[in-house]
Nanobody, 127 residues
């Protein structure tokens, strides 16, 4: 059974950086497509980024974070990280990682495509 645990959230000033980690247990995470989503109260969960399974490592980013966030794998640690730079107040949300094996690239941001979810980590960007 795949279990995902996010870490690295916190409070940061605008323009600051955070690195979120999604660590898997029970399975080899590189065998899964991994997505990062975020959610604020009253809104639907929004796809932020994804990295495909296998060695090709197709990556996608939501338009508003393009150029500021970077997703990557650390297979030795069975982890996917999301490096977030130049954070803005509108990036404030609970961030979730998710994993699945049936995620197609053109639908990477559809939450229902993912089978496993972490518990989420809060990111707050405020001065």
């Amino acid at each position: 059974q795949l279990q995902l645990v996010e870490s690295g959230g916190g409070l940061v000033q605008p323009g600051g950086s955070l690195t979120l980690s999604c660590k898997a247990s029970g399975v080899t995470l590189r065998d899964y497509t991994v997505g990062w989503f975020r959610q604020v109260p009253g809104k639907e969960r929004e796809g932020v980024s994804h990295i495909s399974l296998g060695e090709g490592y197709t990556k996608s980013y939501e338009a508003s974070i393009q150029g500021r966030f970077t997703i990557s794998r650390d297979n030795a640690k069975n982890t996917v990280t999301l490096r977030m730079n130049n954070l803005k107040p509108e990036d404030t949300a609970v961030y979730y990682c998710a994993a699945g094996t049936q995620v197609v690239a053109r639908a990477w941001n559809l939450a229902h495509r993912y089978d496993y979810w972490g518990q989420g980590t809060q990111v707050t960007v405020s001065s």
